[in-house]
């Protein structure tokens, strides 16, 4: 009888105990995954704000990787295609491959909010090979445009972080705790219980019958002969399971144990004194039992990764853990007998505390963010739950809150945000904040006078792929910092994207001002810049428009204000232009062009070759030919090589367009070697952005060997600035060349950035003075003076001398008493086509050469 009852009571202990537990650790697992799926909507509402972000796999992963900061329980958020591929991932090296196994990538027509996935095996989503036992828990959440699926926003919780949540409580109680989806497949098993196919709570009955009726309970299980008290909660707002297997027979061991005691004390005690006494000891005994269990449930408890305060029916403090300690700053000592007002930041009204207080004392869970204040003053959000717990008569006589800090998220949340509105390097407003500025200001009743500056770098794409994107970023932030410094607090500066800014103006418009404006910016963008130890000549070109309120489109200002920048560049560049009705012409002119130069890369006749013949400064004999490249449209008009050749370079046909022409001039070499004409070698004009983007070492190589010519007939010809490149991919093409036995060409020397630190390291064959220095010679000095220098390092470097635009006797003369060794321009041969190149080097192998003022 005594043994029944002292059984009953202990199974009571631990039904009780194993329910506030299971309860405990249910809010900390909503909390979790709610963290999850609050980065998630913050990913989805930038996705919403920013629909391009979905083609920027650069900026999309600085995004991800900011959102899943100061998450534990996250290894990787990603943005997944609905065909699985990796748009974007916290996890560098995953865009642009594809997942497998991912079960939400089957469930297109899904309307549930979360989709939680099946178990994957690995640590991230695109891992190829994982140890055994090292799996993923992937959670879905669909990115929709107009009712389609687009994308799936894929967060992987980390099982491992999951189940160090329950750690301490498995090393102290008799207990397994599990988490599984709805069906019963397992996601998290603490202890282990082996490989994910093998347990599913579906099939442990009577549990999920008991599950289809009630999402929180208890049931005795019998396993393998042992007696064991589930307690099961479905978390009510995600479709995630948490068992808490508490063992029966080793719980009630001890109870046993006094059992086998009690029967050896009858046999030999027959008194109902000793009788009594025995059943007073047994009851001593389950006191200090349940006092010990008590107390490691306290202990279970304050080890929690969570700050748990446990206050009376009157919210008085009873109880703290460490963990509160360590987020507020406030001992035991100081909040024990106090109320939780001690944490009040003043940033909720009375209101907010009225209807928390009304919904745990009519007996609910309260559930909410608090914005409090830790002891040293610092703001502090959590994420609390509030768990009113009845005595046995039913009254409600304590509180059990659970604070989770979650300030980190919500900053970077708030962080996200300000993300959707400006721009990332330098902080300014992008283009749809200024859009939106801009149509406030339009909107003015008062018909007043809106200005707007447009402004693009000059040639900044060349030192950004050459450079590498850190020194162009570095660039970036430094003309941010001049153009603030250059205006007043009420322009609006903002980064439309890569290299184009815009100023709003919105008071005491008036054109001279704005001209002044636009002068002051061209003069302070052209200061010299020194980064690293290298001077950089930057240049802008400004385009502005004027609009009026109740009269002006935004678009239409944008677009005008875009146009005049456009004229400015094509005036020279930095320049600064208004807008004007004829500026139409040059945006249609700029579509047409690259509209045309697709359609003449697709057809046939429309692109075509000229070969400028290079000659001996002293013999003047032809060696050989620089390739340039003509394009004369549909419509019978020639264009030029000036006009067309940035459209290509901008918009990336420049790749598809040289490899064209090099496998035209390279079979164009073979052809003249098979007629017995000795044109000594090509020089191929190649630009920054070819180096950058293709493999142009690998591509000529094998051009050359295809038609069995030796690789010291090329030369190839490189800005100055592409010296300073610190592409990879530049460097390996460029070493590549070298390495083949390619000469290289230094094209355009003296015009751009000091550079010769990097002459000397590429170890350049030709270097190649420019037309502006030849044309100045007779006329300026100290172009003459200049070409001497440029003569004079050359013989020091071992490089030959070119000069290219001679068109006349006197340069000619000036250009071989300096030492050049190589001569171009119109007064010994124009570009000359295929058939005129074969008579010319035809007349040279009869001896023939070229006379002054006859080419």
């Known amino acids: 009888m005594f043994e029944a009852i002292g059984e009953s009571r202990a199974r009571v202990s631990i039904e009780s105990e194993s329910a506030v537990l299971a309860q405990t650790l249910e809010s900390g697992l909503v909390r979790s995954i709610q963290d999850t799926q609050g980065r998630m909507n913050s990913m989805r509402a930038q996705l919403e704000y920013t629909t391009e972000l979905l083609f920027e796999p650069v900026e999309l992963q600085r995004r991800l990787a900011l959102l899943i900061e100061m998450s534990p329980q996250l290894r990787e958020l990603a943005v997944v295609s609905a065909e699985g591929l990796v748009l974007g991932s916290s996890q560098p090296g995953a865009i642009g491959r594809t997942v497998a196994g991912l079960s939400c990538l089957a469930q297109a027509d899904t309307h549930l909010p979360m989709v939680f996935g099946r178990a994957l095996q690995g640590r991230f989503l695109t891992e190829t090979f994982a140890p055994a036992g090292i799996y993923q828990l992937p959670i879905c959440m669909p990115y929709k445009l107009e009712g389609s699926l687009v994308a799936w926003i894929v967060a992987v919780w980390n099982p491992d972080a999951v189940s160090a949540q329950f750690q301490p409580l498995i090393e102290q109680l008799p207990i397994s705790l599990r988490l599984a989806n709805y069906d019963g497949s397992l996601m998290v098993s603490e202890p282990s219980i082996g490989e994910l196919p093998g347990y599913s709570l579906a099939e442990q009955e009577p549990f999920k019958s008991r599950l289809a009726e009630r999402e929180w309970g208890s049931v005795e299980l019998e396993k393998v002969g042992r007696s064991y008290l589930l307690n099961y909660r479905a978390t009510s707002m995600f479709p995630v399971v948490l068992t808490l297997e508490y063992d029966l027979n080793q719980g009630l061991a001890h109870w046993h144990r006094l059992v086998s005691r009690l029967q050896w004390l009858v046999i030999g005690i027959v008194t109902l004194i000793l009788l009594a006494s025995g059943f007073i000891f047994r009851l001593s005994q389950r006191q200090k039992s349940m006092a010990d269990r008590l107390q490691l449930l306290g202990t279970a408890i304050s080890t929690t990764a969570n700050a748990v305060i446990i206050t009376d029916a009157s919210g008085v403090v009873q109880w703290v853990n460490r963990a509160f300690t360590s987020l507020t700053g406030y001992g035991p000592e100081q909040v024990v007998g106090r109320t939780p007002a001690i944490l009040n930041s003043g940033e909720h009204p009375k209101a907010f ?221 930095n320049l600064y232009r208004f807008f004007d009705v004829k500026m139409d012409y040059l945006m249609r002119r700029r579509v047409d062009l690259e509209q045309g130069l697709r359609a003449a890369m697709a057809g046939e006749g429309e692109l075509s070759m000229r070969y400028q013949p290079i000659f001996d400064a002293n013999t003047l004999k032809p060696l050989g030919v620089e390739v340039l490249m003509r394009w004369q449209n549909g419509s019978g008009e020639w264009i030029s090589p000036a006009e067309f050749v940035p459209v290509a370079e901008e918009s990336g046909m420049i790749v598809q367009l040289g490899a064209w022409q090099m496998d035209e001039v390279i079979a164009q070499l073979a052809t003249w070697d098979g007629q017995g004409l ?90 190649k003075i420019d037309r502006s220095f030849v044309i100045g010679i007779g006329k300026n000095r100290s172009d003459e003076e200049i070409i001497n220098a440029m003569v004079a390092l050359a013989r020091s470097l071992q490089m030959r001398v070119v000069a290219e635009g001679v068109d006349d006797a006197a340069q000619l003369r000036f250009l071989q008493s300096a030492g050049c060794d190589l001569i171009q321009g119109f007064l010994l041969s124009k570009p000359l086509t295929v058939e005129e190149v074969g008579a010319l080097f035809d007349s040279a192998r009869r001896g023939l050469t070229v006379l002054a003022g006859h080419g």
């Not at 008569?393 to 809150?401: C, E, G, K």
């Not at 001049?482 to 290299?499: F, Y």
Request: include cysteine; charge should be negative; glycine fraction near 6%.
């Open 353 to 573: 505390f009225n209807d928390l207080w009304q919904t745990i004392t009519s007996g609910q869970v309260w559930r909410g963010e608090v914005v409090n204040r830790t002891r040293s003053g610092s703001r502090l959000i959590v994420d609390q739950t509030i768990t009113p717990i009845r005595s046995d008569n039913n009254l409600i006589d304590h509180y059990v809150a659970v604070h989770e800090d979650v300030t980190a998220r919500r900053e970077a949340e708030q962080r996200a945000l300000f993300l959707a509105f400006h721009d990332q390097l330098t902080e300014l407003p992008n283009r749809r904040r200024l859009a939106e500025k801009l149509a406030e200001a339009l909107q003015a009743p008062d018909e007043r006078k809106v200005g707007l500056l447009y402004i693009d770098l000059d040639h900044f794409k060349t030192v950004n792929d050459t450079l590498g994107h850190s020194m162009g970023d570095e660039l970036l932030v430094i003309t941010v910092r001049r153009l603030l410094n250059a205006v007043t607090e009420d322009i609006c500066l903002a980064r439309l994207g890569g290299d184009e800014f815009a100023m709003l103006i919105t008071k005491e418009v008036n054109t001279r001002w704005l001209e002044e404006l636009a002068s002051r910016l061209v003069k302070v963008l052209a200061q010299p810049v020194e980064l690293n130890g290298t001077r950089f000549q930057l240049s802008a070109s400004i385009g502005l428009a004027v609009g009026v309120s109740g009269d002006t489109e935004p678009a239409t200002l944008l677009r005008q204000a875009d146009l005049a920048m456009y004229k400015a560049k094509h005036d020279g560049r």
């Open 678 to 767: 000795e044109v000594g070698y090509l020089s191929l004009n190649v630009s920054a952005v070819q180096l950058a983007r293709d493999d142009i070492a690998g591509r000529l190589l094998r051009a050359l060997a295809r038609h069995h010519i030796g690789t010291d007939r090329i030369v190839v010809e490189i800005t100055e600035t592409t010296l300073m490149s610190k592409s990879p991919l530049v460097k390996n093409n460029l070493a590549a060349l070298e390495a083949a036995g390619v000469f290289v060409s230094v094209d355009d020397f003296g015009t751009g950035y000091s550079s010769m630190s990097y002459l000397k390291e590429l170890q350049a064959d030709y270097l």
